[in-house]
């Protein structure tokens, strides 16, 4: 269905700042006289007290969430909430002088997504700033640092970058980009960019960007005079300044390794520790705009609410000025890190805090790596490194025998944990390797004993391998599985070469956890890491849990396809399991009376097509709050 084939009567909806449910008492009144008087059957009032809407919805395929009311053909919005969901003919009696009324023309219509999982910061430093990771020549190169230069203001430093990602992998294939990547002394054979290719044009801001891998950088001319490194000058410890024939520097910056170092591992960032003093913050501008760009694409792929793993607070307040002045698109649940519990509770906030457009009550935690470097944490050593099995992170020291039982170890984490929870904040933990799953599981049931039985909603964020045992245990305990399907697009590329076939196959064991009880939670880990991005569009991870493939098809019939979703339980993790996940189901995450009004429009209908198109299902139009801040 096109854009153009939507038909619009009365007024149209375009401004964001209209009336928040929240702040009128009035909306309250009518909601609970909606519910009051709303038929089972129906989900409508009766027509003697029926209200006209701000919105109506018609003539389309609408799949609520709503186990209740699973399907309709029609809704109505009131003050940013549903107060019909139903029929065609039941909607008419809300149509009133003022009604903006829209034919959907058969078109599909889910509740808006709502991501899990986002680095909101690096994710709108990445859309409004840099991006290189799919650049390995020097038109590419130019041509972005150009684009970022003329939006930048003037003197601000640009960074970032990540070049000749896809050199190593091609984005969504199982194979190679095409060459043997590997040099002798331990940084590969990747495209090498230099300062003159960018100086004639950046001649008044610095530039500092990276390869993919953090072991080579590129600075442009000001940003090498700005860290004193000249023709006659010495080079930084740690550091190997790139020249030319008669000694100057071509801006290529090298950190020392060795050959034996793994390609994707490096010990230490001497480069960066020698320019972080003289890369001053982003100003509060610039962080404005890449908030915006960062609202503006979720806007554009049907993401309307998020949980922002962001932990500088600055965000808090831009968050709240640009909700203040009505430019918030999408809802956000913030997560600051756990060490931070205690302030949290001094200002009495625990799960529920909030209202209907920034919400708090959780923390985040970290207690493994990942799998692109092998630190993630495993019970046996990797397949590939059998001197290696992952990582600790610093949260976990002390990691020590526990006073109150001598055969289990305690850590740092279980400590602050413990005193978070028995306060009333909700606890979210990052855990990729099996070890680093199973110690979570020992420590929740640990938590429980100690602090007692309770609706806690424990998030195992990621759950990317784990045990048979495990799996069902999370299931038992009522783990939520914040996993971001998309990572299985990504990671079965290289994941049996570093944990063998039989450990990939508690990968990512979507179907298992569902069906042991777990409640699985779906985002996107936006915007990745130094190697691979992770898209926002939640089309990307719907393909991904249904087909189970790279996004170039393969291996064809999906990698372990016993850990498929169906379409219907996809969307379901993607809205009302991740609502559940934050205490939000009784506000958001499904197309029912009394919700906010937050829903999408689709391109095409994901519940027939075949699963192998998901991922090219557009977003034609998104509300939030019966607002439209998007139309194709």
């Given at each position: 269905?096109?854009?153009d084939?939507?038909?619009?009567?009365?007024?149209r909806?375009?401004?964001?700042?209209?009336?928040?449910?929240?702040?009128?008492?009035?909306?309250?009144?009518?909601?609970?006289?909606?519910?009051?008087?709303?038929?089972?059957?129906?989900?409508?009032?009766?027509?003697a007290?029926?209200?006209?809407?701000?919105?109506?919805?018609?003539?389309g395929?609408?799949?609520?969430?709503?186990?209740?009311?699973p399907?309709?053909?029609?809704?109505?919005?009131?003050?940013?909430?549903?107060?019909?969901?139903?029929?065609?003919?039941?909607?008419?009696?809300?149509?009133?002088?003022?009604?903006?009324?829209?034919?959907?023309?058969?078109?599909?219509?889910?509740?808006g997504?709502?991501?899990?999982?986002?680095?909101?910061?690096?994710?709108?430093?990445?859309?409004?700033?840099?991006?290189?990771?799919?650049?390995?020549?020097?038109?590419?190169?130019?041509?972005?640092?150009?684009?970022?230069?003329?939006?930048?203001?003037?003197?601000?430093?640009?960074?970032?970058?990540?070049?000749?990602?896809?050199?190593t992998?091609?984005?969504?294939?199982?194979?190679?980009?095409?060459?043997?990547?590997g040099?002798?002394?331990?940084?590969?054979?990747?495209?090498?960019?230099?300062?003159?290719?960018?100086?004639?044009?950046?001649?008044?801001?610095?530039?500092?960007?990276?390869r993919?891998?953090?072991?080579?950088?590129?600075?442009?001319?000001?940003?090498?005079?700005?860290?004193?490194?000249?023709?006659?000058?010495?080079?930084p410890?740690?550091?190997?300044?790139?020249?030319?024939a008669?000694?100057?520097?071509?801006?290529?910056?090298?950190?020392?390794?060795?050959?034996?170092?793994?390609?994707?591992?490096?010990?230490?960032?001497?480069?960066r520790?020698?320019?972080?003093?003289?890369?001053?913050?982003?100003?509060?501008?610039?962080?404005?705009?890449?908030?915006?760009?960062?609202?503006?694409?979720?806007?554009?792929?049907?993401?309307?609410?998020?949980?922002?793993?962001?932990?500088?607070?600055?965000?808090?307040?831009?968050?709240?000025?640009?909700?203040?002045?009505?430019?918030?698109?999408?809802?956000?649940?913030?997560?600051?890190?756990?060490?931070?519990?205690?302030?949290?509770?001094?200002?009495?906030?625990?799960?529920?805090?909030?209202?209907?457009?920034?919400?708090?009550?959780?923390?985040?935690?970290?207690?493994?790596?990942?799998?692109?470097?092998?630190?993630?944490?495993?019970?046996?050593?990797?397949?590939?490194?059998?001197?290696?099995?992952?990582?600790?992170?610093?949260?976990?020291?002390?990691?020590?025998?526990?006073?109150?039982?001598?055969?289990?170890?305690?850590?740092?984490?279980?400590?602050?944990?413990?005193?978070?929870?028995?306060?009333?904040?909700?606890?979210?933990?990052?855990?990729?390797?099996?070890?680093?799953?199973?110690y979570?599981l020992?420590?929740?049931?640990?938590?429980?004993?100690?602090n007692?039985?309770?609706?806690?909603?424990?998030?195992?964020?990621?759950?990317?391998?784990m045990?048979?045992?495990?799996?069902?245990?999370?299931?038992?305990?009522?783990?939520?599985?914040?996993?971001?399907?998309?990572?299985?697009?990504?990671?079965?590329?290289?994941?049996?070469?570093?944990?063998?076939?039989?450990?990939?196959?508690?990968a990512?064991?979507f179907?298992?956890?569902?069906?042991?009880?777990?409640?699985?939670?779906?985002?996107?880990?936006?915007?990745?890491?130094?190697?691979?991005?992770?898209?926002?569009?939640?089309?990307?991870?719907?393909?991904?849990a249904?087909?189970?493939?790279?996004?170039?098809?393969?291996?064809?019939?999906?990698?372990?396809?016993?850990?498929?979703?169906?379409?219907?339980?996809?969307?379901?993790?993607?809205?009302?399991?991740?609502?559940?996940?934050?205490f939000?189901?009784?506000?958001?995450?499904?197309?029912?009376?009394?919700?906010?009004?937050?829903?999408?429009?689709?391109?095409?209908?994901?519940?027939?097509?075949?699963?192998?198109?998901?991922?090219?299902?557009?977003?034609v139009?998104?509300?939030?709050?019966?607002?439209?801040?998007?139309?194709?």
């Open positions: 269905m096109k854009s084939l939507l038909k619009h009567h009365g007024r909806i375009v401004d964001c700042r209209r009336r928040s449910s929240s702040a009128d008492p009035g909306v309250l009144l009518r909601t609970i006289i909606t519910f009051m008087l709303a038929s089972a059957a129906c989900v409508a009032a009766p027509a007290w029926a209200q006209h809407a701000d919105l109506v919805a018609r003539n395929k609408l799949w609520t969430v709503d186990d209740a009311n399907s309709a053909e029609a809704l109505a919005v009131l003050d940013g909430r549903f107060i019909y969901v139903g029929s065609n003919r039941g909607v008419e009696q809300h149509i009133g002088p003022a009604t903006d009324v829209i034919d959907l023309d058969g078109a599909l219509v889910t509740p997504f709502y991501d899990n999982h986002v680095h909101f910061e690096s994710t709108g430093q990445l859309l409004y700033g840099l991006n290189l990771l799919d650049v390995a020549d020097e038109a590419g190169f130019v041509d972005r640092i150009r684009a970022v230069d003329a939006r930048y203001a003037p003197g601000t430093w640009i960074t970032g970058g990540d070049w000749s990602a896809y050199e992998w091609a984005e969504g294939d199982v194979a190679a980009a095409g060459r043997q990547v040099s002798d002394d331990g940084y590969g054979d990747f495209f090498l960019p230099n300062r003159g290719m960018i100086d004639g044009f950046t001649a008044d801001r610095p530039v500092l960007v990276r993919f891998d953090r072991k080579v950088y590129l600075a442009n001319g000001v940003a090498l005079e700005r860290a004193g490194i000249g023709t006659d000058t010495p080079d410890e740690g550091i190997i300044v790139a020249r030319d008669n000694g100057e520097p071509t801006g290529a910056l090298f950190n020392r390794v060795t050959a034996d170092v793994e390609s994707t591992v490096l010990v230490r960032d001497n480069v520790v020698l320019f972080d003093p003289l890369i001053p913050e982003p100003s509060r501008v610039q962080r404005i705009a890449e908030t915006r760009e960062a609202w503006r694409t979720m806007a554009s792929v049907g993401v309307t609410s998020y949980c922002d793993i962001t932990s500088d607070p600055v965000y808090v307040d831009i968050y709240r000025e640009l909700r203040d002045a009505g430019e918030m698109t999408a809802r956000v649940r913030v997560r600051p890190p756990l060490d931070r519990w205690p302030s949290m509770a001094d200002l009495g906030i625990k799960v529920g805090f909030g209202d209907d457009w920034i919400r708090f009550g959780a923390t985040k935690a970290w207690i493994d790596g990942i799998m692109g470097n092998s630190s993630a944490r495993f019970y046996e050593p990797y397949t590939h490194d059998p001197d290696r099995r992952g990582i600790w992170r610093d949260i976990m020291f002390p990691f020590e025998r526990s006073p109150d039982d001598p055969e289990a170890m305690q850590s740092n984490l279980e400590r602050l944990a413990l005193e978070a929870d028995a306060s009333g904040i909700q606890l979210t933990v990052h855990a990729i390797g099996d070890e680093a799953n199973g979570l020992d420590m929740l049931e640990r938590i429980i004993t100690k007692g039985e309770r609706d806690r909603r424990f998030r195992l964020v990621h759950a990317q391998v045990t048979d045992r495990d799996i069902e245990r999370a299931g038992v305990l009522g783990i939520v599985a914040e996993m971001q399907p998309y990572h299985t697009s990504d990671d079965m590329r290289w994941m049996e070469e570093r944990i063998g076939r039989d450990r990939s196959r508690g990512y064991a179907r298992r956890l569902w069906d042991a009880g777990a409640v699985v939670s779906f985002g996107s880990d936006s915007p990745g890491t130094n190697a691979s991005r992770y898209y926002l569009n939640p089309m990307l991870g719907l393909y991904a249904v087909t189970r493939m790279t996004l170039s098809g393969q291996p064809e019939g999906g990698w372990f396809p016993d850990e498929r979703l169906t379409i219907e339980e996809a969307i379901r993790a993607y809205t009302l399991n991740t609502a559940y996940a934050g939000e189901e009784q506000m958001k995450g499904s197309i029912s009376v009394g919700k906010l009004a937050d829903f999408v429009v689709l391109s095409d209908d994901l519940l027939t097509i075949d699963p192998r198109r998901i991922k090219d299902v557009a977003i139009m998104t509300f939030v709050g019966g607002n439209l801040v998007y139309e194709q």
